[in-house]
């Protein structure tokens, strides 16, 4: 994954790219992320990067000129780039997002907007808004890094076990299963026999079971859309009768 950021606060992410998944994914090549700082694209001595909305009204936009002249920047090596507008009124970010964008073979680049927004015209450079929640943070940067950190562990090589992604929660549609590790007892809470079983079928119904019934518990929205097979119905069966 290939990206840059635009941002009044590269710090912020900073952090977060020197560590764990992503760290290890930028030393291996798979990641490759620039931070641009939003004010050094201002003009004038106060390099201002903000102003009062017209028609008044509370807080501050980011103005136009300072996000146009980074996109101009940006564009003069030519490498084509998917531009991402992070707004909460963009569409929602899902897994099968992160699953699209991990094969982009395109640049991205992330406008993290600040105060109330950016100024209206910053969305003609956007070729998708994109929000990851229907809530309003700060800014866009947390929005940016949730982003970058789902769709590296889609890139072949990132993860140290590659068949970990393929058991989290919304992988199979459903919420992950419940994982256990040792001491086999604590406090008095037991780890499932058919964990320590080794009946590897047995295991793959429980988890199976268990991602179902969680799933039909806390998200049950998500039921609509899983492809259900005629076991997951059964399951499903026993489960409500219980």
Same mark, same amino acid.
């Given at each position: 994954?290939?990206?840059?950021?635009? !941002?009044?606060?590269?710090?912020?992410? !900073?952090?977060?790219? =020197?560590?764990?998944?992503?760290?290890?994914?930028q030393e291996k090549g798979l990641?490759?992320?620039?931070?641009?700082?939003?004010?050094?694209?201002?003009?004038?001595?106060?390099? !201002? &990067?903000?102003?009062?909305?017209?028609?008044?009204?509370?807080?501050?936009?980011? @103005?136009?000129?300072?996000?146009?002249?980074?996109?101009?920047?940006?564009?003069?090596?030519?490498?084509?780039?998917?531009?991402?507008?992070?707004?909460?009124?963009? =569409?929602?970010?899902?897994?099968? !997002?992160?699953?699209?964008?991990?094969? /982009?073979?395109?640049?991205?680049?992330?406008?993290?907007? *600040?105060? /109330?927004?950016?100024?209206?015209?910053?969305?003609?450079?956007?070729?998708? #808004?994109?929000?990851?929640?229907?809530? &309003?943070?700060?800014?866009?940067?947390?929005?940016?890094?949730?982003?970058? $950190?789902? &769709?590296?562990?889609?890139?072949?090589?990132? %993860?140290?076990? #590659? @068949?970990?992604?393929?058991?989290?929660?919304?992988?199979?549609?459903?919420?992950?299963?419940?994982?256990?590790?040792? +001491? *086999?007892?604590?406090?008095?809470?037991?780890?499932?026999?058919?964990?320590?079983?080794?009946?590897?079928? #047995?295991?793959?119904?429980?988890?199976?079971?268990?991602? %179902?019934?969680?799933?039909?518990?806390?998200? +049950? $929205? %998500?039921?609509? @859309? &899983? /492809?259900?097979? /005629? %076991?997951? =119905? =059964?399951?499903?069966?026993?489960?409500? #009768?219980?």
């Amino acid at each position: 994954m290939k990206c840059d950021v635009l !941002t009044l606060f590269p710090d912020i992410l !900073t952090a977060y790219l =020197k560590e764990s998944i992503l760290k290890r994914a930028q030393e291996k090549g798979l990641l490759d992320v620039k931070l641009y700082n939003i004010r050094d694209f201002s003009s004038g001595p106060h390099r !201002t &990067v903000d102003d009062a909305p017209y028609g008044g009204g509370a807080g501050m936009v980011l @103005k136009p000129e300072p996000i146009y002249r980074a996109m101009d920047f940006l564009r003069k090596d030519n490498e084509n780039r998917k531009v991402i507008l992070l707004s909460p009124q963009g =569409k929602p970010f899902r897994q099968s !997002t992160a699953e699209t964008y991990s094969k /982009e073979e395109r640049r991205f680049v992330f406008i993290c907007g *600040r105060y /109330e927004g950016v100024d209206e015209r910053v969305r003609d450079l956007a070729d998708e #808004e994109v929000s990851i929640g229907d809530f &309003v943070l700060t800014g866009g940067e947390l929005a940016a890094l949730v982003i970058i $950190d789902a &769709v590296t562990r889609l890139v072949p090589g990132a %993860l140290g076990d #590659e @068949k970990s992604k393929e058991d989290e929660s919304f992988s199979w549609g459903l919420l992950d299963y419940p994982h256990y590790t040792r +001491p *086999r007892e604590f406090r008095g809470m037991k780890v499932p026999d058919v964990l320590v079983s080794g009946d590897h079928k #047995e295991i793959w119904l429980w988890r199976r079971r268990e991602a %179902l019934k969680k799933t039909l518990r806390m998200r +049950p $929205d %998500l039921m609509e @859309k &899983v /492809e259900l097979t /005629e %076991l997951d =119905k =059964k399951i499903l069966s026993d489960i409500k #009768e219980e």
